[in-house]
């Protein structure tokens, strides 16, 4: 039986987020997955700003343990009025 490959736990996993310039997203959004994730050190965020400077990218890299962590920090991102997508 072929499909998608199984997500082993705990691995390193990227969560990207994207928002408007000036909203505090990084603020936010660093809470939200710290909240489930435990603290991110600096050297595992990684910031981009759009061409125009109209919007910002972040990739925190989180330690993943488990499905449901995931999916409650991807949860509380896209309920998050300054996320527009969270991949």
Partial sequence: MSGTPVQEFPS???IKVM??????????T???IERHAGP???????????????FLALTYMVLATSR????T???ELTAC???LMAL
């Avoid at 991110?40 to 109209?54: C, F, L, M, P, Q």
């Fill in 12 to 14: 390193e996993f990227p």
């Fill in 68 to 71: 449901e962590q995931l999916d």
């Fill in 19 to 28: 928002g408007r310039q000036g909203s505090d997203l990084r603020a936010l």
């Fill in 40 to 54: 991110i050190a600096e050297s595992r965020v990684k910031t981009r700003t759009s061409a125009d400077g109209n």
């Fill in 81 to 83: 009025k300054s996320v």
């Fill in 73 to 75: 920090i991807y949860r």
């Fill in 30 to 32: 660093q809470a939200i």
